[in-house]
């Protein structure tokens, strides 16, 4: 797992069980606002259906090029954009490689199922997944 | 002592009018003793983020159902949440949420289960609370703790279960409020909820399909007028007030908002929650199956 995700995952683990939820929420609002040409471009951003929200992702993978992730997610959905500000915190910048080798499941080690159900939890693994789907696509475009 | 009963005309013409606030009646009252308002959201986070001044957080996920065993909290833990939120017997409590007030119902029907007296939802939920752009707050409130006394939950009138369903084939109305694509089958859940699937899609036999969406306003999520809930329940499937009805879902929750609708504003008098509901029925063995 990349170092930025496996801090992220072990500071959740190490917080109260009482202080998670704040902290997911402070995830929720860091999510850094898309860049004025995925403003401009909302089709070029993929819908997450996993999610219970409307979540859209976009991944750019450029040869030699840190890889670069961007989500969206409403402000009334901020379970979903928690989730997405965790991976956005702890991929973006990495390798193909360092986020090929994210485990699907690493989100369990966090401790949040005992206050997310963990039927809404699938969110995650459904956003994990296709950035992976798209860094893998973009190697081998 | 109770809080007094919303007069707004618009509210009367329902079967039982105490049952439902307006955003403008619950602005108008906050802070009255008696009071307390309880947000029960799809979003666990969304009460953090913001909710009616004053407002407790009641969670469907882990303050209303055993952590264990897939039913809901014992008397001894509902009687602790209700004194840890600062609700007494006589409270009255009045529910609001997201998407509709979907598990604000859901978590007035539970409070139901539990005998609690004057338990009412919020038209419009939070989103018309929040579009009319009325006050909100990101403090917690520290309620004192009450004595609520240990009630038993009494199962045998508002809620159904899986043995009963099958002896009212036939016997008796079902109405099955998912989504049309999950009634014929189609989808093995609810959109965007592939993990609460079923082995089986479909439907339960003789099962009437209205969407429980349907029963509120597409813009301000507001209830509808009772001739229009009228002419869905009772001219369009045949229903009559005085039938037993028993509702169901996915896991019981669209199926508390559409039990509202019947029981308090079209005053049906005998209609019970299928909580097993279809995550139930399309694993289990050798019930049947209606697939159009």
Redesign the interface.
Known sequence: MRDALHEIVEEFADTPKELR??L??QF?DALPPLPQRLLDDRDAMEPV?????PLFLAVEVEPGQPVRLFFDAP??????R?FASVLHAGLDGGTPDEILSTPNDFYLSMGLD????P??M?GMSGMLARVKRRVAAGMSA | MPAEFDATTTLQQYAHPERLVTTAWLEANLGTPGLVVAESD?????Y??GHIPGAVKIDW??DLND?LTRDYVDADAFAALMRAKGITPDTTIVFYG?QNNWWAAYALWVTSLFGHADVRLLDGGRKKWIDEGRAVTTDIPAPADTDYPVTQRDDSVIRAYREQVLAHIGNGPLVDVRSPAEFTGELLHM??????GAIRGGHIPTAHSVPWRRAADETDGTFLPVDQLRAIYEDEIGLTPQDDVIAYCRIGERSSHTWFVLTHLLGFENVRNYDGSWVEWGNAVRVPIEKP
Request: charged letters at 30%.
């Open positions: 939820l704040p997911l929420l929720a259906e996993e999610c219970t929200a402000r009334e959905a901020p379970t979903s928690g005992d206050l997310v159900s039927l809404r699938r | 799809e979003d666990v986070l969304l953090d983020t996920h882990t952590p997201d959109a965007d909820y592939p993990q609460e």
